[in-house]
């Protein structure tokens, strides 16, 4: 197993635009996270997948952040119509449900809105 | 919500130096995990330790989830070890969902 994978690895665009990232979690985890982290901060949760069913989107920064995990394998977190403020590291961890539940993450995909 | 602050905010060492990192939460937690941040972003895992010791190697954890604290100690430091050390937990309240509450880190630098 080669761990949890995103890409692309970086991403830049011009304000206005609108990006997607994907992950794929490790094959056997079925949970999946989506985390932003910025300068000088630690991750911040955005949502969360168990198999293919979204059970938290409240931390969704604006409508104009979505999540899909169609088969609840791999996930792809979109942004529409970015703005300079949505800079930032965007990481992905999976999870397995147990009684020491440890989550592992992505590399991340680093994002600079021009 | 849970609060997470890590201390101190910045650490200096010398190669071959210990030192200890402090984690302190304000409430209950079922999930305690500490990551190291290396300089090109990848998180890595450290310890899952919501309760008691753990030890790998040059490193050990210890949390005393009575208190609300966690310590994460380094000994004879390597420059392999700068980076960014992060506490992060889970609330232990009905409705939590598994995600994760981060500090704002540690930052290592280890001289040669």
């Known amino acids: 197993d080669t761990g949890v994978s995103q890409d692309p690895r970086h991403k830049i665009t011009k304000r206005g635009q609108n990006v997607t990232f994907r992950c794929d979690p490790i094959s056997e985890h079925n949970r999946l996270y989506w985390y932003r982290q910025t300068l000088g901060q630690g991750p911040e949760f955005l949502t969360y997948?168990?198999?293919?069913?979204?059970?938290?989107k409240s931390r969704l920064l604006s409508d104009r952040f979505s999540a899909e995990r169609p088969k609840g394998s791999f996930s792809t977190l979109e942004i529409q119509r970015t703005e300079q403020g949505d800079s930032a590291m965007y990481l992905c961890a999976s999870s397995q449900p147990s009684a020491q539940e440890t989550q592992y993450f992505g590399p991340g995909t680093r994002l600079l809105v021009l | 919500g849970i609060q997470v602050e890590q201390s101190p905010p910045d650490l200096i060492l010398q190669e071959g130096a210990n030192s200890t990192l402090r984690c302190n939460f304000s409430?209950?937690?079922?999930?305690l995990q500490w990551f190291h941040q290396n300089p090109w972003g990848q998180l890595i895992n450290l310890f899952y330790i919501p309760s008691g010791t753990k030890q790998n190697g040059r490193l050990s954890a210890t949390t005393v989830a009575t208190e609300r604290y966690s310590l994460l100690y380094i000994s004879s430091s390597q420059t392999t070890d700068s980076g960014v050390y992060f506490c992060a937990v889970d609330a232990d309240y009905g409705g939590s969902q598994g995600n994760l509450i981060f500090g704002k880190g540690t930052k290592l630098s280890v001289k040669p």
């Open positions: 997948f168990q198999n293919e069913a979204q059970l938290e």
């Open positions: 409430d209950s937690v079922n999930n």
